[in-house]
């Protein structure tokens, strides 16, 4: 039990600070992608910039607003980040602690509960521009768990278990991606609008919402919010990579693992800086006249191939 805990509090602290420097890589990628320096000032070549920016926030003093709903407005951002760390108990690796016999179902329940934290957010703040970004936000992420529990539901089907560490046994010989690369990349872009990552960051629509559900927030309580969306972002990689490219079952099958991992994660990125922001309409297009018809096609064609495979 001691140990357990012990990996558990190492392991947050990693994330936490995974999340601190994945920061200052999205700052320095997108400044080189815009032919710019990015932070370079604090630090060598600016490394301790993330840490800078987040005692300056939790320094910060709260503004204090009249017309909040204050209870559920402080504790939306934390339940934001707890169920963010909490979806981080299925990492994979090959010396973790525990697993999951059911591992992609709690994923999902614990995602379908991150719509709250927007949710919450976005009407406590008793501000128009919180509500309006929240109620899109909550539009996109519903609409969009709906793809993504159905392209899992392709690869539930393949390895026929609902436990990661099946999954990552099922792609001993040969990766999910080689299989199902539509997929793959139908998932990746489910992600992305599932995370509100731009092109899909309607929640977050500067030159229309004026930072959309977080407006009122600042210090330690937006601190919170962008752990959380950041952390999201992470686990998201991770999961693409254990879903597509397999785990870790060694020291050096660790290493490609978050290889993997981490350049799922600068996609993100490159995303980023490469497009623009969609029109809502088209949005909304993507996930039920396109991405839920394939899905659907993907999943009924899974069937006989598994059944041939098992033959």
Known sequence: MSLSFLWSVISYVCILLAVAFFTLLERKGLSYMQKRKGPNKVGYFGVIQPLADALKLFL????????????????????????????????WSSFMVWTFNLGVLFFLCVSALNVYGTMISGWASNSKYSLLGSLRAMAQTISYEVSLFLILLSIICLSSSFSLKYIVFFQFKFWNCFILFPIFLMWFVACVAETNRAPFDFAEGESELVSGFNVEYGGGFFALIFLAEYASILFMSMLSSLFFFGGGYSFFSDFIFWGLASLISFLFIWVRATFPRLRYDLLMKLTWLSFLPVSLLVLVWNIPFKFLMMS
């Open 60 to 91: 910060k003093e709260e503004s204090k607003i009249q017309s909040l709903n204050k209870i559920p407005y402080y504790f939306a951002p934390m339940m934001s980040l707890v169920l963010c760390l909490c979806l981080w108990l299925l990492y």
